[in-house]
């Protein structure tokens, strides 16, 4: 039997995760102005550009990860998607400069180039990001009676860490370091976020389910 603490665990990495999550992704999309603005400027169409695709990244995201965690209830494929959304980091530094001019100079400066561009930045690795949340509600909710509170709570912590992701980006991170090594660093935080996932044993969020049970 999966002992309670192991539970206890899993839940405190889940919480933790979805406030560095949080603060990760929302971080990003402040950053995403930075390779952007020298190609599409910084108007208010290029702010649009950037919001909308995260909205539509968070949509995908919170879609797909409420539907896989149903089939498999596992920490498995939260670790799994922020791993991927790692990796899709790493390699925007050494890409962007290419992919940018490339994109402006076949779709123009205006709404279509705008979009494209913030899609090729943001749409798969916030999508992936997104998951998150609906995979780690589903696993830490016991009874139909908690699910509000722990939905909420979940929701509220990730909300925390998208406030705290962008006035660190934007006071701190950026002013100190630079774009495309806060872009490193992020995709180094994800890659910690997600083995902390993936050490979670696989039953340890079916702890309650298990009790009573031989194992």
């Known amino acids: 039997m999966v002992g309670p603490e192991v539970n206890v665990l899993a839940s405190v990495a889940l919480y933790l995760n979805a406030f560095i999550v949080g603060s990760v992704l929302m971080g990003f999309e402040m950053l995403g102005s930075r390779y952007l603005f020298p190609w599409f400027g910084s108007g208010i169409g290029t702010w649009a550009g950037l ?6 990244a968070l949509t995908i995201g919170y879609s797909v990860g409420g539907s896989i965690v149903d089939r498999w209830p596992t920490t498995r494929i939260a670790a799994s998607a922020i791993v991927l959304a790692a990796a899709y980091l790493a390699v925007i530094p050494s890409t962007a400069d290419d992919a940018m001019p490339w994109i402006l100079n076949r779709f123009g400066d205006g709404p279509s180039g705008v979009l494209i561009a913030s899609a090729a930045l943001l749409l798969l690795p916030m999508s992936l990001l997104g998951m998150l949340s609906p995979i780690g509600i589903r696993l830490l909710v016991r009874t139909t009676a908690e699910s509000g509170r722990i939905a909420g709570f979940v929701y509220g912590i990730s909300t925390v860490g998208n406030v705290f992701g962008v006035l660190a980006t934007t006071f701190y991170l950026i002013p100190t370091i630079g774009s495309r090594a806060i872009t490193y660093l992020f995709s180094i935080i994800l890659g910690v976020c997600a083995v ?12 309650e389910s298990d009790r009573g049970t031989v194992p």
Not at 196 to 207: D, E, G, K, Q, V
Request: net charge positive.
């Open 51 to 56: 919001i909308s695709m995260v909205l539509i």
């Open 196 to 207: 902390m996932l993936f050490s979670i044993p696989s039953r340890a969020t079916h702890a």
